[in-house]
């Protein structure tokens, strides 16, 4: 990947709660690295939840109300 923004869209979901995690998997070896356990890859979940720990569903959640919901969550790496 490269530095800057991105952009995804997910078609045709209900209307109802959910969450997302997304993982910067940085090598492309498909593991969440680890230094103990401390992510060494960039994540994220959605709400901005997470930060320093595994946040709950209801942390994290969100609801998708009509065809035009947007969520924005921004990748944390702390260990660089």
Excluded: C, W
């Excluded at 979940?45 to 009509?66: H, M, N, R």
């Amino acid at each position: 990947a490269r530095e800057g923004a991105m952009q995804f869209t997910i078609h045709d979901l209900e209307s109802k709660l959910y969450a997302v995690v997304v993982l910067h998997d940085e090598n492309g070896n498909a593991d969440v690295d680890m230094q103990g356990a401390v992510p060494t890859e960039g994540y994220a979940f959605s709400q901005g939840a997470g930060q320093y720990a595994t946040p709950s569903f209801k942390e994290a959640s969100f609801e998708v109300t009509d065809e035009n919901s947007t969520i924005m969550t921004t990748l944390v790496y702390l260990k660089r």
